[in-house]
Each structure stands twice: as C-alpha cells, then as structure tokens.
T-cell receptor, first 112, second 114 residues
C-alpha cells in the first residue's frame, strides 16, 4: 500500500518553461513533506521542504505547494533549465517519526 | 565534512554468497537509515537506527538481511545468503533531529547478485 504516490513516471518540458511535478499522499498523520532530486549514480539530495502549517514554500526557482484537504503537493520549477533534468522524489513524515516515506519518483527531462 | 560514505560503490556476487555493505554517517548525526531502491518498489526503508539503537526494522525483507551499528560512525548491512532478487541500489542516509532538510544520502552501493 503506497502512502506516497507520484503518478507520473516521467515529464518532459522545454527549457525556460514551468515544470510541475505532483505528489499525493494517503496518510493523514504526515505533517512534513520534502522533495529530493537524484542524478544517475548519485544519492538523492534535498531540494525543498514544507510543513503542514504552511501551504507554500519558495526557494529561488523552486516552489512547493501543499493542499492538505486534497492530500496533494506539487513542485514548481520556473524557469526550467537543462541541469534540472533528474529524478524527483516526493517524501513525507509524520507522527513524530523520523521515517521518510518516498514516492517512486518522476523523471524530469528539460530539453534545450 | 565528506558526507555519508558508502562502500563498496559496486558489488557483484554469486547467489548464495554473503554480502556486506558499509556506511559511515556524517559526524554528529544521530540517526542512520538504510534504503533499497528498485524499479518496482522505488525507495523503501529497510531499517533505521537512533543513537546506534535499531528503532524500526519492519522493512527488512527477511531473515537473510541483518544490520548493525556498533558505534556512531559505522554501520553495516549484511545479506546472507544473497539471492538474485536482492539486486538493487542500497542507500545509507543520516540525519540529526531538528534539521529541516531530512536526510543526507550516500552515493549508494549497486549490488548485483548473479
């Protein structure tokens, strides 16, 4: 039973346009959400996070939106750059646990 | 800091052999996590330690898998005997409670069991 779902295995966008990556979760106990980026042959690296007390967090070109009622979050990248091409993982934790539950990832390709 | 260090980077072994994966967490981090990544299941948590004590091993697939953390700077994940279905990338990660960026991952060990 997947608690964190990324339903799009891949996404392709043009350089300069917006990339929107989506994530849904089922566990109401989750109260902290993170996005990680992963390049081939490397470990995932932290990108941006959001607490359930917020509905938006922004860091440069990256913005994460959280819709608690829909149990949905999204990552917006504007403008997209070829170097953003990677696999993006959504992750969640909650209930005081340190455990992070990951989605299966979305492979983003930004075309020059 | 050199980050989370995993060894070996690649391991090819024959079915039935023992495999040991190693991890050195970031100094000062008090939690350590072992994850496995496969195409089918994505990133799944196998076990995690807090202050060298195993807290949750519910993700360990079966008794063939074992993990230890004898001190704050070293952990091992052992598979004995290994099977082809264990082929995956195994990641170690560490964290410190209170940080807002989750875990720091190592580069992973790609295990191939033939």
């Amino acid at each position: 039973d997947q608690q964190v779902k990324q339903n799009s295995p891949s996404l392709s966008v043009q350089e300069g346009r917006i990339s929107i990556l989506n994530c849904d979760y089922t566990n109401s106990m989750f109260d902290y959400f993170l996005w990680y980026k992963k390049y081939p042959a490397e470990g995932p690296t932290f990108l941006i996070s959001i607490s359930s007390i917020k509905d938006k967090n922004e860091d440069g070109r990256f913005t994460v939106f959280l819709n608690k009622s829909a149990k949905h979050l999204s990552l917006h990248i504007v403008p997209s750059q070829p170097g953003d091409s990677a696999v993006y993982f959504c992750a969640a934790s909650g209930g005081g646990s340190e455990k992070l539950v990951f989605g299966k990832g979305t492979k983003l390709t930004v075309n020059p | 800091d050199a980050g989370v260090i995993q060894s070996p980077r690649h391991e090819v072994t024959e079915m039935g052999q023992e495999v040991t994966l190693r991890c050195k967490p970031i100094s000062g981090h008090n939690s350590l996590f072992w994850y496995r990544q496969t195409m089918m299941r994505g990133l799944e948590l196998l076990i995690y330690f807090n202050n060298n004590v195993p807290i949750d091993d519910s993700g360990m697939p079966e008794d063939r898998f074992s993990a230890k953390m004898p001190n704050a700077s070293f952990s091992t994940l052992k598979i004995q005997p290994s099977e082809p279905r264990d082929s995956a990338v195994y990641f170690c990660a560490s964290s410190s409670r209170g940080q807002d960026y989750g875990y720091t991952f190592g580069s992973g060990t790609r295990l191939t069991v033939v």
